[in-house]
């Protein structure tokens, strides 16, 4: 967050560009899943996405990213509060804690059209929600441990899934 905006503002930015290139192979290293169950909803749903509709992932992911997000947010606020905090100078003394949560979606939004990556499915040509329960179906399908849910703060099932999508629209 710190150092994409910086590459978008000067591609020769050596120093930036060495961050963002170190960022990408420790967030797909696993680290950051140590002691967390099962895989995550976000990649889950964007790879259904992306299957049934030309779109590259990470453009997939900026699209679900603020609306998992929002969906989620009030069932563990105390993790949204850290994240809105720490990624967002939320003031701990000024918020109680479910505001600081909604903070972090909101800070969340405000970056990706920061960057010009805040989109809706109609953005990319998706406007028809006619494939998302087959998607969650797949989603559920190839990541669910138990067949019939993804483990999230909240817990998604596969009208959270289609639901998540819609609000994507």
Not at 20 to 35: D, E, F, K, Q, R
Not at 145 to 153: F, H, I
């Amino acid at each position: 967050m710190e150092n994409l905006p910086k590459v978008i503002k000067n591609p020769t930015d050596i120093d930036a560009r060495s961050q963002l290139s170190w960022a990408s192979p420790v967030a797909l290293s696993g680290l950051i899943n140590l002691g967390r169950a099962g895989s995550s909803p976000l990649h889950a749903m964007e790879h259904a996405l992306s299957g049934y509709y030309d779109i590259s992932h990470g453009r997939g992911l900026a699209i679900l990213l603020p609306r998992l997000m929002e969906y989620s947010y009030s069932s563990r606020p105390e993790k949204y509060a850290m994240m809105a905090k720490e990624l967002f100078d939320a003031d701990k003394n000024s918020m109680d804690e479910n505001q600081m949560a909604k903070f972090s979606v909101d800070g969340m939004i405000a970056f990706l059209k920061s960057i010009k990556c805040y989109l809706k499915l109609s953005d990319v040509g998706i406007t028809d929600d006619s494939k998302f329960e087959a998607m969650a179906d797949d989603t559920l399908k190839i990541y669910s441990e138990d067949g019939k849910s993804l483990y999230n703060p909240k817990i998604l099932y596969k009208e959270d899934i289609i639901k998540i999508y819609q609000m994507c629209m």
